[in-house]
């Protein structure tokens, strides 16, 4: 039971369904590709070629051999198909593939941009509330600061009360002694 589990897991992880999905799209869009080469590319460049499309261009090694029959019926030399290289067929298959490959291509170089683009945001997001965390450290700083200045210009003006009182207390004692 194990094995199904991890089996059940591993299907329905997002990231094998994605991939699922983009082979099936990417399926389909190798036929549209091929009918587009097919369809509208080959015969455009066979306005340019002899024969009038693209499958025409071939080297042929060994020409086809049609089956010969006797009067009676019975096949002398069997056919032997054509041997050839295809290079229109192959010339095709590379318009294809160049195809995809700027479709791929320009399809990765948006979503690249616009990851980009999203991680610049959240980038300067994240330096903008930095900053403001630096900006609100250094006001809760100087707001102590002056806190702690006010504290101590307080604490200063009592030591002097407190210096003038115990002065006077004494000019007092004086004065009292002075006057028995």
């Not at 995809?100 to 320009?106: G, M, V």
């Not at 809760?140 to 101590?152: I, Q």
């Not at 004494?170 to 009292?176: C, P, T, V």
Request: include cysteine.
């Amino acid at each position: 039971m194990k094995f199904f589990d991890d089996f059940k897991k591993f299907i329905f992880k997002g990231n094998v369904v994605d991939m699922a999905v983009g082979v099936v799209i990417g399926g389909s869009f190798g036929k549209i590709v091929t009918g587009l080469v097919n369809y509208i590319i080959n015969p455009f460049v066979g306005i340019f070629v002899k024969n009038g499309n693209l499958d025409s261009l071939k080297t042929v090694i060994h020409a086809a051999v049609p089956e010969v029959v006797d009067e009676a019926g019975a096949v002398v030399t069997p056919a032997v198909a054509e041997v050839a290289i295809l290079w229109g067929t192959w010339l095709q298959t590379i318009i294809d593939f160049l195809i995809t490959a700027l479709c791929i291509f320009i399809v990765l170089r948006i979503l690249t941009a616009a990851r980009n683009k999203l991680e610049a945001k959240k980038i300067a997001a994240e330096e903008a509330a930095k900053k403001e965390a630096e900006e609100k450290a250094k006001a809760d700083k100087e707001a102590a600061d002056a806190a702690a200045a006010a504290a101590a210009a307080k604490q200063a003006a009592l030591d002097e009360s407190v210096m003038q009182q115990a002065a006077l207390l004494s000019e007092i004692r004086d004065l009292l002694k002075a006057g028995k």
